[in-house]
């Protein structure tokens, strides 16, 4: 123990963390089992694993300490946390871990771990994993994108994946060589699928494809080839959030065999592989062809049948109209011989009227018959040839002829009387003379 210039006794600051570290190697020499948060995970290029452990509440951290996972240790202990998780040790994830308390004079207090539990980190994550499903659901989020409507042709992909994937070339394979020769348009978004950040990345190639929305049908996610262990990613609240409110239909592919993720859940669609993704996609457009194909035979089947149909109803129909013209002229016939037999009664009735009438007017002619009519005692005064019907045209010393019953009479004026209305007579007198 050293005295200062002010006459206090002091030590050093080594000699303090000495102190520390005696004191704490003398009061917990034993190891704990510790539940904490990992804050912060490195791996250096010897193998040594550095964690910052912290314990939250409420979001607020209310402990922190550092921890370090020696790399002879750090094998055997990720290797069988991996194996039964199917998860690696990463940032945000809760573990129970078996530490002894280590003090360093220069780098100060730590946690040694020796161990870590994969069982309570799979409760852990079984637990976080149903509380996100249950705030989907709670929110309405579990089945909307499942109730969009998935394209009759799905021709137009938008592909979220790394483009070194090994599934995203399967993809591409398959969707280029399908059998049917289907012609399919896809343009990569291009996002990683593992480790801290494929989070952040997978979301914001979303957000990208729902400002192109108007130039794709659907949406894909795919990953392959990488380990099952970095699927924690798809099951994170705001990444399943962001795939259940995407205004197109989502199909997911990424990759594993076993539970599916959160992301699976809320997806349009779920397959296992990128290939799988693939043959889904063209089975759509081959089902759609076939049942335009149905169609197209159903049409041309039932319009076979119509005109079988309309054809004997049209023979039919000329079978009955063939019988008509017979009917018609039959009651044409008899009509016209009815209507013959009174045209030649009213003809001959016609006639005998004709016939009497022309009787009268033969006999009324006969009757008027010059020649009858001088028979009877009149005469046919003639002048200049022509009978004479009013002296006024006669002047003296004209000749005018006279016709008797026998024989005619030439006469000259000599005198004319005219005839007036009162019966007074005047002018020359009229002397016959003999011819």
Partial sequence: MNSSSSGKD??????????????????LPDQYWVVAEIAEIKLNQKGHCYLELVEKQENTTIAQIRATIWAYEYRPISSRFRKETNETLKQGMKILLLASVSFHEVYGLSLNIRDIDPSYTIGEMAKRRKEIIERLTKEKLIGKNRALEFPLVPQRIGVISSPTAAGYGDFTDQLKNNPYGYTFTYRLFPALMQGPDAEASVISALDEITKRKKDLDIIVIIRGGGSVADLS???????????????????????????????????????????????????????????????????????????????STIGSFLQRLSLVPLRLTSVHLNRVGMFGRDLGAAAMKRLQTDEYRLGMLEQAAR?????????????????????????????????????????????????????????????????????
Avoid: M
């Avoid at 002091?10 to 190697?25: C, E, F, K, V, W």
């Avoid at 349009?268 to 457009?285: C, G, N, R």
């Fill in 10 to 27: 002091s030590i050093s600051l080594s000699q303090l963390n000495r102190l520390i570290r005696s004191a704490i190697t003398d009061t």
């Fill in 233 to 311: 990613c798809f099951d994170s609240y705001p990444l399943a959030a962001k795939i259940a409110a995407s205004p197109l239909p989502v199909i997911t592919g990424i990759g594993h065999e076993k539970d599916d993720t959160v992301a699976d859940i809320v997806a349009h669609t779920k397959l296992k592989t990128p290939t799988a993704v693939a043959e889904f996609i063209i089975s759509s457009a081959r089902g759609f062809e076939e049942s335009v194909l149905d169609l197209q035979t159903r049409i041309a089947a039932g319009a076979r049948a119509l005109l079988e149909d309309e054809n």
């Fill in 367 to 435: 009757h008027l018959d010059p020649s009858n009519v001088l028979r009877r005692g009149y005469s046919i005064t003639r002048y200049r040839g022509k009978a004479l019907k009013n002296s006024s045209l006669l002047n003296g010393g004209e000749v005018i002829e006279t016709e008797l019953h026998e024989g005619r009479i030439r006469s000259i004026i000599q005198k004319r009387k005219e005839g007036t209305a009162g019966g007074k007579e005047q002018g020359d007198d009229l002397l016959p003379g003999i011819a």
